[in-house]
């Protein structure tokens, strides 16, 4: 038999083949997300639940495992039966609250560590009270025992966590003796500084305020203050005593404790919590005391957007007081700080003057080197960072007309780039949406959100937008562009202002001549498209329709001619979008016919055609300026929103 000859490169060749395809095939297979552990959440059958999720045990990809680990041990916790080889695969993959309690056990479970548990340790996420139930269980049953005021302090900072503040001072109240409070601060509480906070709510929300103030006060007299050791729990005190003494109207006495925190705040945000606090409580004084209160605390802002709420507060005490001059002392302190609502003070400066309310003369308070010129004010504005695409947005559309430059600026991305081999945590994640369970995604994302990047998050809010979920993608994109280094990306602008119902919208708004960007503007502030809200005053729908307005406003399109919204069966279906919008966009051109301003009519729409005309028969400021002076601060804003959504969507689409 004649001899086969192999040349060796040819073998080589061969088992290089092989290796690749061996290891192709191996990566795809471990690629391959299989369903059961969706399916399993779409079931309402347990046996059938169980049988999926134990099967989802076995997956290649880990956050399967944990996920299907902690619906079985939910149902073990509610009383399903599982194998005792189930629960220790449930033990070996589990993650959270659950893993730490299983080690905990596992440790011994002593007193200490029972309290550490619950009182100091940090999950990532709120433990619900099923770990309190499942761990106060286990201690019974392993008879591990925790001594009165122990279980007291579990017991309050739990009720606390519900609201439940009534409750949660009965407990606290074990700490008393003989009917008083304890001369010095119980040492558990030195140890778990957040039962502090947890007794400062209890007394915060209750009718038990002046005694809470007292016990506080006393608690602060004698407690080493030069200890650095008891710097947080100085903190929690101080921050405690001074919402508890605003919560009862003693703001004086609330605005010094608040200082006094400042010295003693763990962290830049807790540091700026008290001074909101401290400017929100100088409102209530005179303008002049606020202008003074803020030149003070001003230089220890860490995040200046975190006071924006306050400032256009006294934005629209200043324009209702008429105290003009004053608002370019309260843009002179703020003009180096980071609150993008200077822009709302440069805004209403430069109207002044071209109302004839300022004279140029006027703008030397600032001092010489901002100069004469009012458009130096719209330049600091414009140049003021927008990363949080803040209500401030309103102003800076204007002041971008007023210099002729970019609304905004970002990076444009012409094609989406498609990607294949996703991380573990994305394959996961975008799971739910393959195997229709997007439903349940919402909390994986939160507990997984801070190790996806920018990029991976995107494509989330994609996939939310794609089911639907509007509003949860909206709050997904708005929480990752404010991360550190992040640049604005039109794929996010899209995402941040969507357009569902386009064919729709446009349709309507053409037919009766309405800029559809401005419907889009006015949906998105209304209901972020979301078809089937209901608000808590009765109104309806995507416009958000009251169904007596929707009533009236569906007769008159029948008379002009338009189709009979009410005579299907049940009367308008004001969940139906083009009934909706339809309706929804008559009424803004009704409005408009009557006001013959944009603005007054948005304001209408939102606070109502007759009281919108009361106020503005008392006022005979321009309309813009009219605006910073109502009452009604969700008016006040509302206008706003709606015309800066409707300036990015004019922008993005038009």
């Not at 192999?6 to 299989?34: D, E, G, M, N, P």
């Not at 004084?285 to 802002?301: A, C, M, N, P």
């Not at 780039?417 to 994302?445: C, D, W």
């Not at 709050?475 to 280094?485: N, Q």
């Amino acid at each position: 038999m004649k001899k086969i000859q192999v040349s060796k490169t040819y073998l080589f060749k061969i088992i290089f083949l092989f290796i690749l395809f061996f290891f192709c095939f191996s990566s795809c297979a471990r690629a391959q997300i299989t369903p059961d552990f969706y399916r399993g959440l779409n079931k309402t059958k347990t046996n059938e639940a169980v049988r999926l999720f134990e099967n989802a045990l076995a997956s290649p990809n880990v956050y399967i495992r944990r996920a299907a680990a902690e619906e079985l041990a939910k149902l073990e916790s509610s009383a399903v039966e599982l194998s005792s080889k189930t629960l220790r695969r449930i033990r070996s993959e589990i993650s959270g609250w659950r893993a730490a309690a299983y080690v905990l056990f596992e440790n011994g479970g002593a007193g200490d560590n029972i309290l550490d548990f619950f009182l100091n340790f940090d999950y990532g996420e709120t433990i619900p009270n099923e770990a309190k139930v499942y761990i106060l269980q286990e201690c019974k049953r392993r008879k591990i025992f925790l001594n009165e005021k122990e279980e007291a302090a579990i017991e309050g900072h739990y009720a606390v966590s519900r609201q439940q503040y009534n409750e949660a001072l009965v407990f606290f109240r074990v700490f008393q003796e003989d009917g008083n409070w304890p001369l010095n601060i119980p040492e558990i509480f030195i140890k778990y500084p957040v039962l502090i906070n947890d007794l400062g709510k209890a007394f915060q929300y209750t009718s038990y305020g002046t005694e809470g103030l007292s016990l506080f006060i006393k608690w602060l007299n004698n407690i080493d203050h030069e200890n650095p050791d008891q710097k947080n729990i100085l903190y929690n005190l101080q921050f405690y005593a001074a919402r508890i003494a605003r919560r009862n109207g003693r703001n004086t006495q609330a605005a010094s404790f608040f200082e006094q925190a400042i010295l003693y705040a763990p962290n830049t945000e807790q540091s700026d919590a008290c001074i909101w606090y401290i400017l929100e409580l100088s409102l209530g004084g005179t303008t002049e005391f606020f202008t003074q209160q803020l030149g003070k605390f001003v230089s220890g802002w860490h995040d200046g957007c975190y006071f924006n709420d306050i400032l256009e507060r006294f934005l629209h005490v200043l324009v209702s007081k008429k105290e003009w001059k004053r608002i370019i002392q309260i843009f002179d302190i703020i003009k180096d700080s980071g609150a993008s609502m200077k822009s709302g003070y440069a805004w209403v400066i430069v109207r002044l003057v071209e109302e004839g309310f300022l004279s140029k003369e006027d703008l030397s308070l600032r001092g010489a080197k901002t100069g004469e010129d009012i458009s130096v004010f719209l330049q600091i504005a414009y140049n003021t960072p927008y990363g949080d695409l803040s209500p401030t947005l309103y102003y800076r559309s204007l002041i971008a007309d007023a210099l002729n430059l970019p609304f905004l600026e970002f990076h444009e991305e012409t094609a989406e780039a498609k990607r294949k081999n996703y991380s573990p945590a994305m394959q996961f994640l975008l799971g739910f949406f393959t195997h229709k369970a997007a439903e349940h995604v919402l909390t994986f994302i939160k507990q997984m959100e801070r190790e996806l990047s920018v990029d991976e998050l995107r494509i989330i809010a994609q996939s939310l937008e794609k089911e639907e979920m509007y509003v949860q993608s909206m709050l997904l994109v708005s929480r990752y562009i404010t991360r550190e280094g992040y640049v604005l990306d039109r794929r996010d602008l899209e995402l941040l202002f969507p357009c569902p119902y386009r064919e729709l919208v446009e349709k309507h708004a053409k037919e009766i001549g309405i800029e559809a960007y401005v419907v889009f503007g006015l949906i998105r502030t209304e209901s972020a498209f979301q078809k089937d809200v209901i608000s808590r005053a009765g109104a309806v729908g995507l416009t958000q329709l009251m169904p007596a307005t929707a009533q009236e406003m569906a007769g008159r399109i029948r008379r002009a001619g338009g189709p009979d919204y009410a005579a299907v069966k049940n009367g308008i279906d004001l969940n139906d979008p083009e009934t909706n919008i339809h309706i929804g966009a008559y009424y803004l051109n009704y409005l408009m016919g009557r006001f013959e301003d944009t603005l007054l009519s948005l304001m209408a729409y939102n606070g109502g055609m007759n009281r919108l005309r009361r106020l503005r028969s008392a006022s005979s400021l321009p309309v813009d300026l009219f605006l910073e002076t109502i009452a009604i601060s969700e008016t006040r804003d509302y206008g706003r929103k709606v015309l800066s959504a409707a300036a990015v969507y004019k922008m993005l689409y038009y």
